[in-house]
Every structure is written in structure tokens, then in C-alpha cells.
T-cell receptor, first 107, second 114 residues
Framework: RKEVEQDPGPFNVPEGATVAFNCTYSNSASQSFFWYRQDCRKEPKLLMSVYSSGNEDGRFTAQLNRASQYISLLIRDSKLSDSATYLCAVGGNKLTFGTGTQLKVEL | NAGVTQTPKFQVLKTGQSMTLQCAQDMNHEYMSWYRQDPGMGLRLIHYSVGAGITDQGEVPNGYNVSRSTTEDFPLRLLSAAPSQTSVYFC?????????????FGPGTRLTVT
């Protein structure tokens, strides 16, 4: 089993839709959880840190479920500009990344 | 602040050649790391360093060397390039310890080995 697993997609959704991604991890001792966004051929950039209590930033909500060992990202009211690959990252000092989920938002 | 910088942006090597990918950060981060990214494989950790003079292997270290003589610089050396090392290489840095700190990435080096 991979340390961190994501559905690669692509998720094709219409503008305005709500879309959710999950990311499962195998190491129960993991302490740090992040969602990154990566645009084509660019470096990953932090979208959100993920906390046990859950956190929200505008249209984006991240949740952590330690019991089931997964993190989730919810995007509401999708925009064309949200089209990208979303990577989850899990670990301690050293982060392990999922392979990414591709999102395409269409008119 | 320039953040994390990488040079070169693009490089073509012939099999057997050696080269060094440069990485520098100006945020005084203790932790630096190198990843390679291949289609369908995600980001895989090559080597990392928790401070000057300290380096360790990641998931895919074979064929690569690193050193960390200063806090700012973390070069990655390809000893004898192979076509399997064709990839995009990202350098990253962050503060160590708690709370969990964001990892910042450089713009990447796109390497082709022929």
C-alpha cells in the first residue's frame, strides 16, 4: 500500500459545482497535513494546511479524519481558475506527497 | 525575498555526463529537500537535509549526491546521468519542528538525458 494515495481523476465539473477530493495515508503517526495546488509544469504551491478541527478559506474547506486516516478538500462554487492538480502532503518533518488529483472546471 | 531559487531551468545531458543542480533559499530555513516528479509517480523525495552539515536519503537516492555546507544552499549532483533520470526536479525548504510548517518549492529544473 502506498504511504499516501489519491484518486488521480480527472474530475471534470461545470463551473459553480462543488467537488470533493480525498487523500488516504498509512502512517498513523503523521503530524502534518497539507493540500497543495500545482498548475501545469509549475511548482506546487500551498493551498491549505489541514487541522484536526477542520479549516476553511473562502470556497475551500479541508478536513482531517485521524480515525480513518484520510484528509479531504472541498471546493465550493468551482471557478475555471480552479483547474489544476491538487496534491495532498502528509508526514512530520519529512512530507510524503500523493500523486495528485486533476481537476478540470468547464463552462 | 527571492524564496527558493533553482538553476538551471532546463538542461539536456548525454548519458554518462555529470552535473550539479543548484538550489538556494533566503528564508533561513533549516530543512531543505530535493524531489523528482515524473508522470503518474507524483513527487518522490531524493535527499533531504535538516541543517548545515546534515543530509539523509529519501525514497529514490540512487545516482544522486548532496551536500549542505551552508544553510542557504543545497546542490544536487548527478554523478553519471542516465535516461531514467529524465524528470522535473524541485528543491524545497521549510522550517523544522512544530507547528507543522509549509514547505516552499523552487520553480524546478527540467532535465532531459539522451
Amino acid at each position: 500500500r502506498k504511504e499516501v494515495e489519491q484518486d488521480p481523476g480527472p474530475f471534470n465539473v461545470p463551473e459553480g459545482a462543488t467537488v470533493a477530493f480525498n487523500c488516504t495515508y498509512s502512517n498513523s503517526a503523521s503530524q502534518s497535513f497539507f493540500w497543495y495546488r500545482q498548475d501545469c509544469r509549475k511548482e506546487p504551491k500551498l493551498l491549505m494546511s489541514v487541522y484536526s478541527s477542520g479549516n476553511e478559506d473562502g470556497r475551500f474547506t479541508a478536513q482531517l479524519n485521524r480515525a480513518s486516516q484520510y484528509i479531504s478538500l472541498l471546493i465550493r462554487d468551482s471557478k475555471l481558475s480552479d483547474s489544476a492538480t491538487y496534491l495532498c502532503a502528509v508526514g512530520g518533518n519529512k512530507l510524503t506527497f500523493g500523486t495528485g488529483t486533476q481537476l478540470k472546471v468547464e463552462l | 525575498n527571492a524564496g527558493v531559487t533553482q538553476t538551471p531551468k532546463f538542461q539536456v545531458l548525454k548519458t554518462g555526463q555529470s552535473m550539479t543542480l543548484q538550489c538556494a533559499q533566503d528564508m533561513n530555513h533549516e530543512y531543505m529537500s530535493w524531489y523528482r516528479q515524473d508522470p503518474g509517480m507524483g513527487l518522490r523525495l531524493i535527499h533531504y537535509s535538516v541543517g548545515a552539515g546534515i543530509t539523509d536519503q529519501g525514497e529514490v537516492p540512487n545516482g544522486y549526491n548532496v551536500s549542505r555546507s551552508t544553510t542557504e544552499d543545497f546542490p544536487l549532483r548527478l554523478l553519471s546521468a542516465a535516461p531514467s533520470q529524465t524528470s522535473v526536479y524541485f528543491c524545497a525548504s521549510k522550517n523544522s519542528g512544530t507547528p507543522p510548517y509549509e514547505q516552499y518549492f523552487g520553480p524546478g529544473t527540467r532535465l532531459t538525458v539522451t
